[in-house]
């Protein structure tokens, strides 16, 4: 009984010496071209450093045979079912683009009040990351944790260039990516034109960030047309389900061709509308 009761104890210690400690984020795969980098860097880019492309992959897997069963229970025809559990499959990863999206929209947004804040630091005399990790109490709140992180990185290990880059990890961001690697030059070489360069640095993103605005603003109304146009038909099939006897008709072979039509001429019409209306979208280059 003692034993049981030690051993209680010292995983329970152990754990609360574990929650002390902010793991720290993954560096994103080298190998960004390979499916499992491209997964990485969106899940970076979503704010979900901790999912592991593996673990995402298995909810994604998950969801669609969850799906897929309760829609078979309902309905025991196979080609239906197969499409929805599909369809609940790739909502996952489409949940996780739609939120990296929102992110960096929120971020293009908020970096020019941080190149400011940081060229008003530089210029009352502080250093460089002490400039930095004041932005993690007077900088923008959605960026706040990752400067905080910053300095508290810089104060345990006094080394610049690994907390910058375990910054740019926890950003994700191509803005912040242009950034670090801006202000990691500037310490290596020096150089007095750093005011001037961060001043031309916000210019830019505002007007950037006012530009790509109103291109977002005309586009709205294109994506959400091609959002419309590839549910209605789903949707119309899901009210079908709610009688079994109508999509027994499904269940025959030339039924199980019509679905994978629609299927395919809807991927197909889709991926061809977001492609003309889509913007160009900065790349991270410099992770």
């Known amino acids: 009984m003692g034993a049981v009761i030690g051993l209680t104890a010292g995983v329970g210690l152990f754990l609360v010496w574990w929650a002390c400690w902010e793991p720290a984020p993954r560096p994103t795969d080298l190998n960004s071209r390979s499916p499992v980098g491209r997964l990485r860097a969106l899940l970076d880019e979503a704010d979900l450093p901790s999912v592991s492309p593996t ?19 309902f309905t025991g025809v196979l080609p239906v079912t197969g499409c929805f559990a599909a369809i609940a499959g790739w909502a996952p990863y489409a949940a996780a683009r739609g939120r990296a999206r929102r ?17 008003s630091g530089v210029r009352a ?6 400039a930095l990790g ?7 709140e959605p960026l706040r944790p990752p400067f905080r992180a910053f300095a508290r990185d810089y104060r345990l290990t006094g080394s610049f260039g690994d907390s910058l880059e375990v910054l740019k990890s926890r950003l994700a961001d191509p803005v912040g990516d242009r950034l670090c690697e801006a202000l990691r030059i500037t310490r290596e070489v020096g150089g007095s034109d750093l005011g001037r360069l961060l001043r031309n640095l ?10 790509r605005s109103e291109l977002e603003a005309r586009q709205s109304w294109t994506v ?11 949707l119309v099939l899901a009210l079908l389900t709610s009688k079994p006897e ?4 499904y269940e ?17 019409a889709y991926r061809l509308m977001t492609v003309i209306g889509r913007l160009p979208q900065e790349q991270r280059v410099l992770r």
């Open 202 to 211: 916000s210019m830019f993103l505002r007007d950037d960030a006012r530009v």
């Open 134 to 140: 004041a932005l993690g109490e007077r900088g923008p």
């Open 246 to 249: 109508s999509v027994q008709a």
């Open 103 to 119: 992110r960096r929209q929120r971020f293009r947004e908020l970096w020019p009040d941080v190149v400011d804040n940081l060229a």
């Open 252 to 268: 025959s072979s030339t039924g199980t061709a019509v679905l994978a039509v629609g299927a395919g001429a809807s991927v197909f």
């Open 125 to 130: 005399g502080l250093s460089l990351p002490e």
């Open 55 to 73: 673990a995402f992959l298995a909810v994604c897997a998950g969801t669609g045979v969850g799906v897929g069963l309760a829609v078979f229970a």
């Open 224 to 234: 959400s047309a091609a959002r419309l146009a590839v549910s209605a038909p789903w």
